[in-house]
């Protein structure tokens, strides 16, 4: 992808990394509100699960033409199609499954399991030595992302008629976690294009059973445009772009770095939902962010690069 090519050309590549991160959060921060729109009566959850990974299929297919692609050895294809299974499809599936089950608080607030699953993953097969101000960054995070979605914890949303979807979201995080650990030899060994196309072309036909008959059922001809464009928001930047951002962060950086960014989400989706005029600055937003920023200066910059690397 050019953009990463540039900022590589630019600045360090653990600079590099951390600016793919942080942008690759924006896109997320912001596909809190916009992925909701073509879902509204326009396209179903699977059907536009399918329009997304189909779609970055593609494209990823075309920047692997363009910047010419690696071949991959046989005996990789089964780690590929089990990144696409994790990454893309299980992904993906058990997120809008759960969703529909919970409420998007609850959502966020068991997405932010990820970095401890992939910490405890990393630990047990011996690829990271996690520090205790790792660990510590990580609490802040994760309190200073809590303490936004709940409103200075004075909203509780969990309750027994929500378990089932906040069970769905946790496997959904353990799912993203185990696809971070497992792409990263990948990603260090091949093409960062040449990876994501195999993975989104396995994630397709892993996807397709779920989401043929309502990718069918889309009415186009009758669409808004603007929610065209929230569909090519979601299609390019969230799945695309962001993927792309991901991994190429993780040829220089440990999966627990990557994940521990998802602390920033709920912070820069008040940010955008501020921009529009949807809400308005407390002092919550100000606690979120320093506990939050607090917590990423402890896991990312007193972190030796021979951890980052492992």
Not at 20 to 35: D, Q
Not at 56 to 78: E, Y
Not at 143 to 161: D, E, M
Not at 254 to 272: C, D, G, K, N
Request: aromatic residues 14%; proline residues 4%.
């Amino acid at each position: 992808m050019l953009f990463t090519f540039a900022i590589s050309m630019v600045l360090s590549p653990r600079a590099s990394a951390h600016v793919s991160l942080l942008l690759a959060n924006i896109i997320y921060g912001a596909n809190y509100t916009i992925a909701r729109i073509p879902m509204n009566g326009y396209v179903g959850s699977s059907g536009f699960i399918l329009l997304r990974v189909v779609g970055a299929a593609i494209l990823f297919l075309l920047t692997g033409l363009l910047v010419g692609k690696n071949k991959i050895t046989p005996s990789d294809h089964l780690r590929l199609f089990l990144c696409a299974c994790f990454g893309v499809a299980f992904n993906q599936l058990l997120f809008f499954k759960g969703l529909s089950i919970t409420g998007p608080i609850n959502a966020a607030i068991m997405m932010l399991c990820s970095p401890l699953v992939v910490a405890g993953i990393s630990f047990v097969n011996g690829t990271e030595k996690i520090k205790f101000h790792v660990l510590l960054g990580m609490a802040l995070g994760m309190l200073g992302a809590c303490f936004l979605l709940t409103k200075g914890f004075s909203i509780l949303p969990f309750s027994s008629g929500s378990a089932g979807g906040d069970a769905l979201i946790f496997l959904n995080a353990a799912a993203w976690g185990i696809y971070l650990v497992l792409v990263k030899p990948m990603i260090q060994k091949y093409a960062t294009a040449t990876v994501m196309q195999w993975v989104f072309f396995y994630g397709t036909l892993a996807v397709l059973p779920f989401g043929f008959t309502q990718a069918l059922q889309i009415d186009w001809t009758n669409m808004p445009v603007h929610v065209l464009w929230a569909i090519l928001y979601v299609v390019i930047g969230t799945t695309y772009v962001a993927y792309f951002l991901n991994n190429h962060a993780l040829t220089v950086l440990s999966p627990t770095i990557v994940t521990v960014y998802i602390y920033l989400q709920p912070v820069l989706a008040s940010l955008f939902a501020i921009a529009l005029g949807a809400d308005q600055w407390q002092w919550i937003q100000w606690v979120s962010l320093g506990l939050v920023f607090g917590g990423l200066y402890l896991v990312n910059f007193r972190t030796r690069s021979s951890y980052e690397n492992s």
